[in-house]
Structures are given as C-alpha cells and as structure tokens.
C-alpha cells in the first residue's frame, strides 16, 4: 500500500514524497487512519520505526491552514524535540503550517520571537514548556491534538507531575496520542485519565530487535573492559560507533581514554552544554567524530544515519535500554552490529536482557586479545567464531568478509 491510499491532504502527500519516503512503514500503515479519524490512540513503537511520520503526517493532514496553536506534541529531550520538530517542518514544506520547538539549555530570545510569528505545533520538552506557559508566552486554549512521545522514557525522567500538569491545562475536547516502546502498568494510569476509548496499535517491534543487526555478548574480566573495547574498535571494520555508559562520568572518562587512543571522540550526555551536544550531534553525523559515547538518555531517539556499531561498554540497566541503544544502529534497513562488554556481575541482567528480547544473543571472544587467565570465558562451545551468515557473524579487520566501504 502506498501513501497514497492512505487519504492524507495533497500538501502532506507532496510533503511525504520530498522527504523520500515511497512506502508506508507497519506503525504508519495503522497508525495513519486512527489519527486521521480522530480518535485518540496508544501506539507501542519504538524510534527508528517510523512512528514521528505516523503522527506528523496525519495531524498536519488534520489542521489545514495555519491559525493557533493546535498541537503540542512532548519529547522528552531536547534533541528528540529538535529532530521532531525538523520532521514536521519538513513534512510541511508545502503547507503555511508553522511548528516551533521549545527545550532548554538555550536562551529564551529565538524561542519567544518565533512563538511570537505564530505557530500552529509546538513541540516541547516539559520543563521549558512549563516556563511560557507561567509567564503565559503559551497559552494551551486552543489545542486539539496533544501528543505524548516516548511516555516510558517521559516517566523514567520523573516528568510525570508535570506531565499531568500540562495535560490539565489542555481543553478536555482534545485528540490524544500516546507513542512509547513498552506499555508498563504506570502508563496505563496516565492513559485512563488523559485518554478517551484509546485505539491500541502495538507493531510487535517494541521487544525485538531489529533483524538486520548482529549482537554479540564479549565477556570480559572489570579490569580488561577498556583494553577489550580498544581492541574491538582497532579489529572492526567500522563507519562510527556510538559507546554506550551506564553513567555521565563513566561517558566522560571513556571519552578521555579513547582520545588518548587517537580515536576522534565525541560526548552526549545531559551534564553538556546545548552546544556541545549540538556539535557532538553535528560532529558525529559528518564523519568528524568516528566515535560518540553517550548515556542512554541523551542518546534516546537520536536518528543518525549509517551508526554501524553500538557498544554497550556497560551493559544496560533496563532491558528495554538494550533495544533502544540497538535501534540506532540497523535505522531504515542498514546494517549494524551491536557488542556488549560483559563482566560475570553482569550475568543476571543479560539473562533479563535475553528474556525481554526473546532471543539469547551469541557469546565470543575476540581473536587475537591477550585475555588474562582469569578471564571469563564464553559459555558454550569454545569457538563460537563467526561464520557465514550465522548470527553473531561480525566483520572483523582482515579477519572476515570486510562488507562495504565508508560512507
Ligand atoms: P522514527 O522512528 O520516526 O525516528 O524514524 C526513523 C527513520 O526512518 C527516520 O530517519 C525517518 O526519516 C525514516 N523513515 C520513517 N518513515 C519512513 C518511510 N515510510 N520510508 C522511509 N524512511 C522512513
């Protein structure tokens, strides 16, 4: 089915097309009708499947001409509002329709001036949402569609008072929309006071990973874990690596360590100023940086192209984590592979994560690392070496199949 068939405005449509999309995507094909139907909607999707076009294009299908403030649609971080926000401006190009983003970690000028030209979307982070709306910059009378991103990762930040708060101040008459990759109990309590007869899409991605990455579990002993990850990057053949650490300090130290390797590195964490993540973002997406090491909340969402590798330096604490860190890289059908450094502390959480995803994910050491002898082994046949297209295959330097050339 093509997007056509899906009874979005002209504008949209042409919209749509600019932006290269030919088909719909499973969360877009059902999202799409329930959205331009009206009817308000708990959709389980994580990023990297699609789900800002099965909101964008419907709702701004839905609002016509430019006017009020009609939509607020929230994310929970500043880069996801930023990249929400491009969406819809995109979508929109053949349109009047105007969307602002407001978050934090900037000044307040360019904000209210835009806010002042008028804005038919707004898309915000909560806590610089709360600051126009008490000096009344935003009033939230006229909005008709309120859309919740990411709710899970919302409510893990601790938003959810004033998540409710904002949700109070819009008109009781209103289309809702909820996107988050698990519907936990807790969310379910929001739903039922913020939502009305909510349609329920679930595209069964939000426990699995995508297909086209490769996992592999690298044991390793606490004291070898750096010299593991340094080996790694040296024997793969990568375009760029997002590192992921457990914490901001953790980020940082990784960061420093890996510079002195002469690896070019960037960080994204929520301690950076606005502009350094901005120029991390930018460094990473060009090439600049062939490395980011990043905490899990400052990477959510993030949509970077051509991510070939993700490290789990330290292994996750939710196993739902593991499959966001996981959806940056394999976006849109690319290739990536995925490792994850684990200690014998970790074993308990990769039982989790194995659980969570339905699948167990393949054991290997790396040829040619000078384990100690106290090193923890692999479980299960001792090698365990990629071959064919068995999963757990990795593309090692000279080792393997090297399989494409830089972007
Ligand atoms: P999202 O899950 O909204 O973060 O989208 C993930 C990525 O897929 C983004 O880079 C989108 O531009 C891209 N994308 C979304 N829908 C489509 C589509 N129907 N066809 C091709 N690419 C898409």
């Not at 349109?95 to 904000?111: E, I, K, N, S």
């Not at 360590?257 to 960080?267: G, I, P, Q, T, Y």
């Amino acid at each position: 089915m093509s997007f056509k068939a899906l009874n979005l405005s002209e504008s949209v449509l042409r919209g749509v097309q600019a932006a290269g999309y030919t088909d719909p995507t499973p969360i877009q094909l059902r999202a799409i009708p329930v959205v331009l139907g009206g009817g308000d909607l708990i959709a389980s999707a994580q990023t990297g499947t699609g789900k800002t076009a099965a909101f964008a294009l419907p709702v701004l299908s839905r609002l016509g001409n430019h006017g009020r403030p009609r939509v607020l649609v929230l994310e929970p971080t500043r880069e996801l509002a930023a990249q929400v926000e491009t969406a819809f401006r995109d979508f929109a190009r053949f349109t009047d329709l105007r969307t602002v983003a407001v978050f934090g970690g900037v000044g307040y000028g360019h904000q209210r001036q835009e806010l002042k030209r008028g804005v038919d979307i707004i898309v915000a982070t909560p806590g610089r949402l709360m600051d126009y709306l008490k000096e009344r910059t935003i009033t939230l009378q006229d909005i008709s569609i309120l859309i919740l991103d990411e709710v899970d990762r919302m409510l893990d930040m601790g938003f959810l008072p004033v998540v409710k708060d904002i949700i109070n101040r819009c008109p009781r008459e209103r289309q809702t929309l909820f996107f988050s990759a698990t519907v936990p109990p807790e969310i379910q309590a929001v739903a039922s006071f913020a939502l009305r007869n909510p349609a329920r899409v679930e595209c069964g991605v939000n426990r699995s990973v995508n297909e086209s990455v490769k996992h592999a579990l690298y044991p390793v002993s606490q004291e070898q874990k750096f010299d593991l990850l340094v080996a790694l990057l040296a024997k793969t053949d990568f375009d760029s690596v997002l590192v992921f650490s457990r914490t901001k300090h953790g980020a940082d130290k990784i960061a420093r360590r890996l510079k002195a390797a002469n690896h070019s590195v960037a960080v994204l964490h929520a301690n950076r100023s606005q502009n350094q993540r901005i120029e991390a973002l930018a460094g990473f997406k060009s090439g600049k940086y062939e490395v980011m090491v990043a905490t899990d909340i400052a990477a959510r969402g993030i949509d970077v192209a051509g991510v070939s590798h993700v490290i789990n330096y330290d292994v996750p604490e939710k196993p739902e984590d593991y499959v966001h860190r996981i959806g940056r890289t394999g976006r849109a059908q690319a290739v990536g592979d995925a490792f994850t450094l684990v200690t014998p502390e970790n074993a308990g959480d990769i039982r989790d994560i194995q659980r969570f995803i339905g699948a167990k994910i393949p054991e290997l050491r790396l040829e040619g690392f000078d384990y100690k002898a106290s090193a923890p082994r692999p479980a299960g046949p001792e090698l365990q070496r990629p071959k064919g297209s068995l999963p757990g295959q990795i593309r090692h330097k000279g080792s393997f199949n090297r399989y494409r050339g830089r972007r």
